[in-house]
């Protein structure tokens, strides 16, 4: 049987394969356009998404809506999951075998959705998505190819509220985001309010 969002999103809804299904409010499944070139991957949700069931809406959701308005996006351009779809305890990192558990279904998301660039939010998707030995302080910003699509890292926002100095090198990195969107994406109309920095040639 052919994958669909709501297939999915259903199926993932009833899981318990992991510890994670036992302590959640709700499955927080992702949001953001079903046809968007642009996904972005955290690691897990917190209380905030746990209550709601909709991935970054706390402090660091609303800064992550800065960051993509910097370089003229907003929700309804990207896709927005993470990798595990249920709240760690405390808000710690997920297992290897919650992430296990898990990961077919980003990987089923990444399936229907056909992004044309990921960018991990962090690295415990970094690590997941791009490279095992990846070190978010070395490797940020540099560009990959995945899967056939082109994928980054960038720090995670609640990593920048915890250490504001990281911002000025994650404005760099959003603005070669933007100038790769402008490279390879189509259909995806970037807003910004003032000149944007041209494209590479």
Not at 40 to 52: H, I, K, R, S
Not at 100 to 107: A, E, F, T, V
Request: with cysteine; proline share 6%.
């Amino acid at each position: 049987m052919q994958d669909t969002w709501e297939t999915l999103l259903c199926e993932c809804s009833r899981c318990h394969e992991c510890a994670l299904g036992q302590t959640r409010r709700n499955v927080v499944f992702g949001t953001g356009s079903p046809t968007a070139e642009i996904m972005l991957v955290g690691e897990g949700p917190g209380a905030n998404e746990d209550q709601q069931g909709v991935p970054f809406v706390g402090r660091a959701g609303q800064l992550l809506d800065d960051m993509l308005s910097i370089i003229g996006l907003d929700r309804t351009k990207v896709y927005i999951t993470n990798i595990v779809k249920c709240r760690p305890p405390e808000n710690r990192d997920p297992l290897n075998v919650e992430q296990d558990m898990c990961i077919g279904y980003l990987r089923r998301q990444i399936g229907l959705l056909r992004p044309k660039i990921l960018v991990s939010l962090g690295r415990i998707a970094a690590m997941r998505l791009i490279d095992g030995d990846f070190r978010i302080t070395r490797d940020h910003g540099k560009w990959y190819d995945v899967d056939g699509m082109r994928m980054m890292a960038v720090y995670h926002p609640s990593a920048l509220l915890r250490d504001p100095s990281r911002r000025p090198e994650t404005f760099d990195d959003l603005k070669s985001l933007q100038r790769e969107i402008r490279r390879i994406c189509s259909r995806t109309e970037l807003h910004c309010p003032w000149r944007a920095a041209p494209a590479d040639k």
